[in-house]
């Protein structure tokens, strides 16, 4: 276990990390079927649940850095987000009636349905 310094940046679901000194990433992780776990005061993992041998470790400047970036992780993946988006749906379709998604053709997708698994 060898500490690096890194910078890192999330997109979407993408945390993609740096050297200090250069603007193009060196590599990115994918945050899908992974686990985000609080490890110490400043610090914070991810692991894979397909690959459990497979865990990074982050050591923030302070503990509320630290629990930012655990929260904005755990909200970062596309499960996270389409279940999301299914109870705001839901809630949506409670006080209007009406489903917000009709209006762009895309209500009937299996994607958008509380049961949907991803193949």
């Not at 690096?4 to 079927?33: H, Q, S």
């Not at 809630?91 to 209500?107: A, H, R, V």
Request: hydrophobic share 35%; aromatic share 12%; with cysteine.
């Amino acid at each position: 276990a060898v500490l690096k310094k890194r910078l890192v940046k999330l997109v979407v679901n993408f945390l993609f990390y740096f050297r200090t000194d250069e603007a193009e990433p060196i590599g990115a992780l994918l945050l899908e079927r992974c686990r985000i776990t609080k490890e110490e005061e400043n610090v914070f993992s991810i692991s894979f649940i397909e690959e459990p041998e497979r865990k990074y470790c982050f050591e923030c400047a302070t503990e509320e850095q630290c629990q930012e970036w655990v929260e904005a992780l755990k909200r970062a993946s596309y499960e996270f987000l389409r279940r999301s988006l299914i109870f705001y749906r839901n809630e949506i379709q409670k006080m209007t009636g009406k489903d917000p998604l009709e209006q762009y053709g895309i209500s009937e997708e299996a994607r958008f349905q509380l049961g949907a698994h991803r193949q």
